[in-house]
């Protein structure tokens, strides 16, 4: 790997920043209420036959020249695999259960949930920009789901996947070093498959009550500070949260003009 540019070689792939496994199957983008309000259900539903050749083409191709943009280099085999398993039923939405919802004059201002404990996949990064951490560290998950595991097989699709992120005390600067996750589906939380990239770790998150607030639009350093500061600003107790850890999680397709992203807070032990 070169630690200047999101590059892997020929043998590691990469991606785009704010990626979400979701946008692999090419779905229309998702309304927020669907995503809030899954509680573990698949998102909205396309029909379930295998894509045809010329679509595997066509997903590859815009992946190639996102990846592109990020001097990462994209291979066939984990994208046609994706594609191949592209079942909308076997989506899973991470599980929560709402505690609270705040609203002011009918808009919805952040919700208050509770996620359980769940096992992870989880990648470190510390490349120089935010959207490069991003690209490697999705693309290294992409290649465990995709069969580079010690189950050989194809592990499924969760949304979001999260991006952990740390800043400083004032909320005036993200610090380079990032946690990509993948929230690994029911049937494989009590005995998760081994990944062969040792630089992947499979981590059990304890239960965590969050405040999420829903936001629009692409995922950079810029946009991700100011959602900080927003939700900082609206909550009436930001002291009993993480001052300095903050999640992204990322539900539909980066290639939309409107995506839908939220940020999390992590209310303190």
């Not at 085999?77 to 994706?82: F, K, N, V």
């Not at 004032?170 to 589906?185: E, G, I, R």
Request: charged letters at 25%.
């Amino acid at each position: 790997m070169e630690t200047g540019g999101c590059r892997m070689g020929g043998a590691g792939p990469g991606g785009p920043a704010a990626i979400t496994l979701e946008e692999l199957d090419g779905l229309a983008e998702e309304s927020p209420d669907s995503a809030y309000h899954s509680h573990g259900s698949s998102l909205e539903e396309e029909p379930a036959e295998r894509m045809d050749d010329e679509e595997q083409e066509r997903l590859l191709s815009y992946w190639q020249s996102v990846g592109r943009g990020h001097q990462v280099d994209v291979p066939r085999e984990p994208i046609q695999q994706l594609t191949r398993n592209n079942n909308p039923q076997e989506r899973q939405s991470i599980p929560f259960t709402l505690i609270q919802r705040k609203e002011k004059l009918g808009d919805l201002l952040y919700e208050k949930r509770q996620y359980g404990k769940a096992k992870w996949a989880c990648i470190k990064m510390k490349e120089k920009q935010y959207e490069q951490s991003i690209c490697l560290g999705f693309m290294k998950l992409m290649r465990y789901i995709c069969e580079q595991n010690s189950s050989g097989l194809y592990l499924g699709i969760t949304v979001p996947i999260v991006t952990i992120v740390h800043t400083n005390e004032a909320h005036s600067a993200m610090t380079q070093a990032v946690t990509v996750a993948y929230y690994l589906p029911e049937v494989l939380q009590d005995e998760p498959p081994h990944p062969f990239d040792s630089d992947i770790i499979i981590e059990e998150w304890p239960a965590t009550i969050v405040y999420s607030r829903s936001f629009r639009g692409i995922t950079n350093e810029d946009s991700i500070m100011r959602e900080i500061n927003l939700l900082a600003a609206i909550l009436e107790s930001p002291e009993l949260c993480l001052r300095d850890t903050f999640i992204i999680a990322g539900y539909t397709n980066p290639a939309a003009a409107n995506r839908h992203n939220e940020i999390w807070f992590l209310q303190r032990p």
